[in-house]
């Protein structure tokens, strides 16, 4: 009697088993006409009974996953490609996937592990050199990064983040041909134009310097304090004094009597041997303050430059009177620093 109520259970949990697997392939079928035709909700309605009918049944996960991508549903999308790669470890198609979905979450340790399983997937590379960037990781994304742009040479963003690199690593003669190259193409942003020049200008290539900042401007970047004062500089570097004492006087309208900036103009000026300029800078530090010495000292190296020796050199002798520790930029013959 046991047995005969036994062999009624199995039967019985056999029928049922079919029966789900039936029903579960037939919300499947009408899950992909709805997909077919575009009707994301629908559809995912359709895959989600499916599931719930066979839990096992990785081709609904797949189908499932694809239309949830389509609704903006990530997370979801994510959880179905999950379970698919549970189900079916070595499916290519939940692998790519999850490579881009750990890399838009920015799971950068997943989205390599999963881009590395990928072998055959063109995204692979890029992902991963963009995930060791994001990892402070140089050294392994300029490698994967290099692989990355010989699949796809026309990648902007992917050739800006190997300048970037090459940047972090301090490698700075390398950062600049990735960076132009980056800025050439289609889909660079005016940001990467303003770093470029901010590049130049610290390798003292002061003319190309000012091309960059006024392409980043020309590109909308915003032209705050920082950025006029980075091209102010790199102007009279350039040798375009009237464009840059311009810039550089109104950043001073915005921030009145500020010394940092007095001293830098009288110093380039001076370095730029404009003189007469550069004094102009010493006599308005010296207002503000009678008793700043480098500005004095300098006034009184300018007037040398100019060929008045004595009034100069007397200038110098008050500057150290004030400010003795210029004593031994005097000894040196040096400019004093700062200035």
């Not at 072998?119 to 963009?130: A, F, H, P, T, V």
């Not at 660079?188 to 770093?195: L, Q, R, S, T, V």
Request: net charge neutral; aromatic share 12%.
């Amino acid at each position: 009697m046991k047995n005969l109520l036994l062999a009624a259970c199995l039967l019985l949990s056999i029928q049922t088993f079919a029966g789900n697997s039936d029903s579960s392939t037939y919300y499947f079928n009408q899950g992909l006409i709805e997909k077919n035709n575009k009707r994301w909700l629908v559809a995912n309605q359709a895959f989600e009974k499916s599931i719930s009918l066979n839990p096992q049944y990785a081709e609904a996960y797949l189908e499932n996953a694809a239309v949830l991508l389509e609704m903006r549903r990530t997370d979801k999308a994510k959880e179905n490609y999950i379970r698919l790669h549970e189900l079916q470890p070595n499916n290519p198609i939940a692998i790519k996937e999850l490579a881009a979905l750990y890399f838009s979450y920015r799971q950068y340790d997943k989205a390599i592990e999963f881009a590395k399983k990928c072998k055959d997937c063109q995204e692979s590379n890029r992902i991963i050199g963009m995930s060791y960037y994001q990892q402070e990781d140089y050294a392994s994304a300029e490698k994967a990064l290099q692989a990355a742009l010989k699949q796809n040479p026309k990648d902007a963003e992917a050739t800006y983040t190997l300048a970037r690199s090459y940047l972090d690593m301090e490698s700075y003669k390398q950062a600049v041909p990735w960076y132009e190259k980056a800025i050439s193409m289609e889909g660079a942003k005016n940001a990467w134009m303003y770093e470029l020049g901010l590049l130049y200008y610290n390798n003292n290539d002061y003319k190309n310097a000012v091309v960059a900042f006024n392409k980043a401007a020309a590109g909308g970047y915003d032209q705050k304090n920082d950025f006029n004062e980075n091209l102010g500089y790199a102007s009279l570097y350039a040798g375009e004094y009237d464009k840059g004492e311009e810039l550089l006087l109104n950043l001073l309208k915005r921030k009145p009597n500020n010394t940092v900036l007095l001293r830098d103009m009288a110093e380039i000026f001076y370095q730029q041997k404009q003189y007469d300029r550069s004094l102009t800078y010493c006599q308005k530090l010296m207002e503000l303050n009678p008793k700043d010495g480098k500005a004095l000292y300098q006034a009184g190296l300018c007037f040398q430059k100019k060929g008045q020796k004595d009034r100069g050199q007397q200038m110098c002798d008050k500057a150290i009177e004030l400010d003795p520790s210029l004593q031994n930029l005097k000894q040196k013959k040096e400019m004093p620093g700062g200035i």
